[in-house]
């Protein structure tokens, strides 16, 4: 089955408690994506990668790191978490533009996070 | 900097009605323009894209219509039923450096 996977899906931690949240796809797509969704704020990306070993900035990359070793994970960092980043979060996925066509992003289930 | 509106920001309407949501955007320099739906605590489930290029997709009782020139998009949707409660979302990928800029989103009651 075609799907992306987040772990864990829920998560509650202490300031500066370094942690990572796993993101797995199994479609072969090159385009991957970290989302945070917020009341009011709606959903804001964070990281996106075009393909293996790229990496760029969103709209809020402060107190994030990702990478892409390979081209199905794309790990989420926090170094030092801190309670403005408690949220919900979620990766993505799609084909990118070798299939403009077909450009679908396809969403993990989400993981909520609590920093206190 | 690209920013994406959807107005209303709710609606109820009831069952059977035909609707349309709109999604406007900024800048026009877009690669493609996507609509979803979410679930109340659930994640997001795509439900048509449009390419730059294109006018216009459908999916059974879903009809998206993009107008790039001058920075909109409607989702039509035909008969609507119960399960069609949801909160829909569009988004743009930008056509110089792919980065997607989400809409906050329209949340859709069909009253019974």
């Known amino acids: 089955e075609a799907q992306v996977t987040q772990n864990p899906r829920y998560l509650i931690t202490v300031t500066g408690k370094k942690l990572t949240v796993t993101c797995s796809q199994n479609?072969?797509?090159?385009?991957m994506s970290w989302y945070r969704q917020d009341p009011g704020l709606g959903l804001r990306q964070i990281y996106y990668s075009m393909n293996v070993e790229v990496t760029d900035k969103g709209d809020v990359p402060e107190g994030y790191k990702v990478s892409r070793k390979e081209k199905r994970n794309f790990p989420l960092i926090l170094e030092s978490p801190s309670p403005n980043q408690t949220s919900l979060y979620f990766c993505?996925?799609?084909?990118?533009?070798?299939?403009?066509?077909?450009?679908?992003?396809?969403f993990g289930p989400g993981t909520r996070l609590t920093v206190l | 900097k690209q920013e994406v509106t959807q107005i209303p920001a709710a609606l109820s309407v009831p069952e059977g009605e035909n609707l349309v949501l709109n999604c406007s955007f900024t800048d026009s320099a877009i690669y493609n323009l996507q609509w979803f739906r979410q679930d109340p605590g659930k994640g997001l489930t795509s439900l048509l894209l449009i390419q730059s290029s294109q006018r216009e997709q459908t999916s059974g009782r879903l009809n998206a219509s993009l107008d790039k020139s001058s920075g909109r998009s409607t989702l039509y949707i035909a008969a609507s039923q119960p399960g069609d409660s949801a909160t829909y979302l569009c988004a743009v990928k930008m056509n110089r450096d792919d980065k997607i800029i989400f809409g906050k989103g329209t949340r859709l009651h069909i009253l019974p």
């Open positions: 993505a996925s799609s084909p990118g533009r070798l299939a403009a066509s077909t450009d679908t992003q396809y």
């Open positions: 479609m072969n797509h090159e385009y």
